[in-house]
């Protein structure tokens, strides 16, 4: 093997192992309550923070880049709790489904009315 593909193939192990739980999300065999609470709700307001913080700074690119970021992780986290609850009891699972649908829904018009406020700042100047 060269030496260019034998340092591919590290980086690829690398990051498979860096990545593994959250591919065994995507893949739904990780526990709901782990998906749920852990990515859904620590990191989504984690993020949610980070947004806020932008927008307290006044700093329009970063939250253009933080609000992205925020609406790309929900539809992930929606994708990956969809999945998990399959395998959770149907109450939990079917509760869970329902709870990031609605976390989805409120993010997708936060965002929305974020942007629309954005650009009128930003065609105001």
Known sequence: MSPDRTQKSLLASFLISMLEPEIRAWNGVLPLGKVFWGYGVLVSSALAILCLRAIYDGRIYLQEVTQ???????????????RCAASA??????LAQWLTVAWAGNTAFIIFFLQLDTLTRYLAQ
Do not use: N
């Open 89 to 94: 009891r149907p109450f939990w699972g079917a």
């Open 68 to 82: 992205f970021c925020f609406a790309a992780y929900t539809v992930w986290v929606l994708i990956v709790v969809w």
